[in-house]
Structures are given as C-alpha cells and as structure tokens.
C-alpha cells in the first residue's frame, strides 16, 4: 500500500535531489522511501546482540574484589590527576 506524505524541506535541498534523482534514473519518491527503509530497517548484525571476539579474549583479564568501588576508584584518580 503507497500512502501519500507531505515534507517541509528546504528549497536548495530539494533542487539538489531532484538533479541527484535524475542524474541516478530514480524519482525523487523512491529515493526517499528507499532512504528512510535503510535506516529503519535493522540490519542482522545489529539485531545479534552477541559479544565480538576481541571482547571476549579481554573478559577476565582482570580480577577485582567483588566489593571494588569503581566510582570512588575514579573519583581518586581524578582528585589527584588535577591536583
């Protein structure tokens, strides 16, 4: 089903993407609708949320008390960064 949308644009943007849609063959609708499917359409990778390979060789590389503050552990840092 096509439904019909009205933009606000600016009028140099649309000069420029019309003389984009005609020098790509295109109208100036499906370059649009093309446009917005790609950027709502999550692509496979970002819908497996899985951890990479470099993430997991780095898990537990380091060992911190179960009761590590990292909050004041930072605040530290920082107080005596900018003595």
Not at 27 to 41: A, G, N, P, Q, R
Not at 68 to 76: N, T
Request: proline share 2%; glycine share 2%; net charge negative.
């Amino acid at each position: 089903m096509e439904t019909k949308l009205t933009l606000r644009l600016n009028n140099n943007v649309i000069a420029r993407a019309k003389v984009y849609a005609r020098n790509h063959k295109i109208s100036l609708s499906k370059m649009i609708e093309s446009y917005l499917d790609s950027i709502t359409t999550q692509k496979e990778e970002d819908k497996d949320n899985s951890i990479t390979p470099l993430v997991e060789s780095l898990s537990g590389v380091i060992d911190l008390p179960a009761d590590f503050d990292y909050k004041k552990e930072y605040g530290d840092y920082l107080a005596e960064k900018y003595e």
